[in-house]
């Protein structure tokens, strides 16, 4: 089903998904163990794992056999909110008394990444990314929706992207000095968004303000160069394409009737990511 509906409260049910995308961090940078050790400075040149795939894949001409590398990170954000709801709206129940605090919205996560790098001959690798670059979730209890907290529902609810990103790559050695890397990216995710209705019905109970479910995919494409000034200098500049994901699925909400039903296609752009990075060994 096609309505105007379709575009308009679904545009603004994922604005307030952007807003908590802001908060509680869109991008994942946990591509590795290695990397979070050093808050991921040079990640592009250093090529100390396979896990450099994940930023540049010129840097796979720095391996001379094949290398794997497999990572796993415990996220555990905390997201809190301290506040309280203020209307000026003729009639309404609520006033700057009604409280609007909640402790840690932010629920943990696991980030699993896989990558292979495989050296062809001196010229040549090829390599494969596993990995996820953009992802966020807030969940709030129901108490914050309704009840003692009725004011938060718009903002409140539960919030879920997640995205998995499969990355081919390959990589050119133009000479001692300079490299060259590209790669094919498609990524798939899934949305979820979940908003109860902040003033319920005659009896009480709190309506489905919004509810969406979906899943897509998108094409994008990363490009990369490394310097090698010496053995112990390079630099590296790489940059990933925006990409696209149409996520389809359900919708229910509260329009025209209870329990209104359509089925919608949300857009949501993953920013192109660009990073220049270096390194440098300060003793042999």
């Known amino acids: 089903m096609t309505t105007p509906f379709k575009r308009s409260t679904l545009a603004s049910v994922l604005a307030l998904l952007a807003t908590h995308a802001s908060a509680s961090g869109f991008q994942i940078n946990e591509h590795s163990a290695a990397g979070l050790g050093r808050a ?53 129940r609520f006033d700057s008394s009604t409280p609007a605090s909640h402790g840690n919205a932010g629920p943990n996560a696991v980030i699993p990444a896989a990558y292979m790098i ?36 718009l903002l409140a609810g539960e ?25 094919i990216n498609y990524t798939l995710a899934t949305g979820y968004v979940d908003r109860v209705d902040a003033n319920g019905n005659a009896n009480g109970a709190h309506n489905t303000l919004a509810n969406f479910d979906g899943a897509g995919n998108g094409w994008g494409w990363n490009l990369g160069t490394l310097l090698e000034i010496n053995q112990d200098n390079r630099l590296a500049l790489t940059y990933r394409s925006q990409i696209d994901v149409a996520l389809e699925g359900d919708y229910t909400g509260a329009v025209g009737a209870p329990g209104y039903k359509a089925e919608a296609t949300v857009d949501v752009p993953m920013p192109a990511i660009a990073e220049f990075s270096g390194y440098h060994r300060l003793t042999g």
């Open 40 to 92: 991921f400075a040079g990640e592009g040149a250093i090529a100390d794992s396979a896990a450099v795939l994940g930023r540049n894949p010129a840097a796979m001409m720095m391996f001379d056999k094949t290398a794997v590398s497999v990572a796993a990170t415990m996220v555990d954000p905390d997201y809190s909110v301290d506040g309280a709801f203020v209307t000026d709206l003729p009639g309404s």
């Open 159 to 183: 919030t879920s992207l997640m995205s998995v990103n499969l990355n081919p790559n390959v990589a050119y050695r133009v000479n001692e000095q300079w490299s060259l890397g590209a790669g």
């Open 118 to 153: 495989h050296p062809v001959n001196d010229q040549w690798a090829v390599g494969f990314a596993m990995m996820t670059n953009y992802g966020l979730g807030t969940r709030f209890d129901d108490s914050f929706g309704a009840g003692s907290h009725p004011a938060a529902g």
